[in-house]
């Protein structure tokens, strides 16, 4: 059962750091009008889902007895699906309203509102690190005592 526990943290992070990677990258490319001025198509910003999976699982290993930091994710996983849901309802409300005023109206509220689910998403990304390195209890990484400029010979 800690093998799957352990799974699960390294999955959670490298699904959080591939969407951290990916959603900026896509965004930013679009914005930038990358594809017309370049000629490469949109599907490479693609590859920053591999890439941010890749950072996931060095994060993943590198933080393994980090207790302080699953705690921060303990409380910043929950807080950020919170604002996400709340987004995501009230940006689809918006549209909702804005119905009839024109052939694109409410198009902007839609948009934000599938990033508010992104936000959500990776709330619960981040949630699961906890979650999983809490479960899979990882042994506990040894402090070695600082060495001072006085103790070293020279």
């Not at 352990?6 to 969407?19: D, K, P, R, T, V």
């Not at 009008?33 to 599907?43: A, E, P």
């Not at 309203?97 to 694109?104: D, E, M, S, Y």
């Amino acid at each position: 059962m800690t093998r799957l526990f352990i799974g699960g943290y390294y999955l959670s992070w490298m699904a959080a750091s591939a969407l951290l990677v990916h959603v900026p990258l896509a965004v930013a490319w679009g914005a930038a009008g990358l594809s017309h001025r370049l000629g490469i198509d949109d599907g490479v910003t693609a590859l920053g889902l591999p890439l941010g999976a890749a950072l996931g699982a060095w994060a993943a290993a590198r933080t393994r007895s980090a207790r302080k930091l699953r705690l921060v994710f303990l409380m910043l996983g929950p807080l950020l699906l919170l604002a996400g849901a709340w987004l995501a309802c009230s940006s689809l409300a918006a549209s909702e309203r804005a119905k009839g005023l024109g052939p694109f109206s409410g198009l902007g509220e839609l948009v934000v509102a599938a990033m508010a689910i992104v936000l959500g998403v990776f709330g619960v990304f981040v949630f699961g690190i906890w979650m999983f390195g809490s479960l899979a209890k990882f042994p506990e990484v040894e402090q070695r005592p600082r060495r001072s400029a006085s103790d070293i010979d020279r």
